[in-house]
T-cell receptor
Framework: EADIYQTPRYLVIGTGKKITLECSQT?????MYWYQQDPGMELHLIHY???????EKGDLSSESTVSRIRTEHFPLTLESARPSHTSQYLC???????????????FGNGTRLTVT | QKEVEQNSGPLSVPEGAIASLNCTYS??????FFWYRQYSGKSPELIMS????GDKEDGRFTAQLNKASQYVSLLIRDSQPSDSATYLC?????????????FGTGTLLAVQP
């Protein structure tokens, strides 16, 4: 079972507030990812990191930022939350190399964010 | 054309039947293929990985890969109502120098009791 943790599980916050969504993994994975997913819709990659001090933007433009100061920790920050940021945010991690090919992603339980 | 294509469904099958989920992909160089199950409101859960042509079986699940035809499928035998979920196909693809995992939009499976 994958050991990747996201907090908080649910967050309701007012417009303009700064928020940080936490993601930690205990598997020593080099790769970490943030996805955004609206109910019933597809996954959108918004940020990824292939190691400490390495972060890249994903396929979907996002006003959020990320940092990777430690291998196990990949927090996502919104400086000023807006109702358009309301969504589910999923963190995932994977090993740098798999034994047979690309290593699969393991997902955390997600943070459901509501901005009022 | 999307890089990873799945029929969005819903695919409705009776309890006990075989559910067949299909996925096609655009990159002939792809080598790694995954099936995830996602229950409503939950995060995706890895159920199968396949890297070589042919079939790979794990309990009631069988993944089938045909690289020449660029498709990968998932068969669920003896379908149960608890199998009702969205099934996501994921395929690795190189974009420039970066090897990424690309997800399809998912197929919604509904198993009728």
């Amino acid at each position: 079972e994958a050991d990747i943790y996201q907090t908080p599980r649910y967050l309701v916050i007012g417009t303009g507030k700064k928020i940080t969504l936490e993601c930690s993994q205990t598997m020593g994975h080099d790769k970490m990812y943030w996805y955004q997913q609206d109910p019933g819709m597809e996954l959108h990659l918004i940020h990824y990191s292939y190691g400490v001090n390495s972060t890249e933007k994903g396929d979907l433009s996002s006003e959020s930022t990320v940092s990777r100061i430690r291998t196990e920790h990949f927090p996502l920050t919104l400086e000023s939350a807006r109702p358009s940021h309301t969504s589910q945010y999923l963190c995932a991690s994977s090993a740098l190399h798999g034994t047979s090919g690309f290593s699969p992603l393991h997902f955390g339980n997600g943070t459901r964010l509501t901005v009022t | 054309q999307k890089e990873v294509e799945q029929n969005s469904g819903p695919l409705s099958v009776p309890e006990g039947a075989i559910a067949s989920l299909n996925c096609t992909y655009s990159d002939r160089g792809s080598q790694s293929f995954f099936w995830y199950r996602q229950y409503s409101g939950k995060s995706p859960e890895l159920i199968m990985s396949i890297y070589s042509n042919g079939d790979k079986e794990d309990g009631r699940f069988t993944a089938q890969l045909n690289k020449a035809s660029q498709y990968v499928s998932l068969l669920i035998r003896d379908s149960q109502p608890s199998d009702s979920a969205t099934y996501l196909c994921a395929v690795n693809m190189f974009r420039g120098a970066t090897n990424k995992l690309i997800f399809g939009t998912g197929t919604l499976l509904a198993v009728q009791p």
